[in-house]
């Protein structure tokens, strides 16, 4: 900027005329933050439409699971596809499971705390990635306003150095140059506040899916301890 464009009163204040009109350090913050709040959205539309699979995944596994069908068939229909939310924690369980009998394995104890583990991993990694990319929502949410903060504070010392240049004070003189600075603030905001949303909504989502494989595990577990007492007894 140069303080014969801040000097034209009545210029075009439209937010593109704006962009270009301001300082290089102001665009760079500019298109920064346009660029984040693109990404951002991004990352919103993938997750939401990730997280309503998963849960009718969840839905169509626990219909499948106590509609009676054997473990066996299950397991056998599981690992030959690709899994994801409570069909892996079930595949997990179920391989370690059959690993462990055709070895022979004698302590009950052991096999449960394997298969406990084994669900455990593979709950962590569903979780690692339901939860993916949602810390870059987070660090938008929070730096975003700051970075555009930045812009601004930038922008105003450039407009109060051609308001000096020009030494002019007429409103309709320092009116452009101000509205540059605060475009930067605004689109800090724009990408900010739909990204500490979204953050917030779908951090609750993944912990409500969490919570129900995790259920899932639990009760997955119980069946598989009661069957390992009945081999066990059957053994003795």
Known sequence: MNPSELAAPGGDLSIWALFWQAGWVVK??????????????AIIIDKAIAFARMRTALDRFEQVFWSGQSLEELYRGLSEKKTSGMGSIFVAAMREWKKSFEKGARSPLGLQTRIDKAM???????????????????SIGSAAPFIGLFGTVVGIMTSFQAIAGS??????????????????????????????????????DAGKLAVRMEGFADEFSAILSRQIDEKVAARA
């Open 28 to 41: 760079l913050v500019m298109i920064g933050l346009i660029f984040a709040s693109v990404w951002s959205w």
């Open 120 to 138: 455990d991993l593979a709950l962590t990694r569903e979780m690692e990635r339901l939860e993916g990319r949602l810390g870059f929502l987070a």
């Open 167 to 204: 030494k002019s004070t007429n409103l309709a003189v320092v009116a452009p140059g101000i509205a540059e600075a605060l475009l930067a603030t605004a689109l800090g905001l724009l990408a900010a506040i739909p990204a500490v949303i979204a953050y917030n909504k779908l951090t609750s």
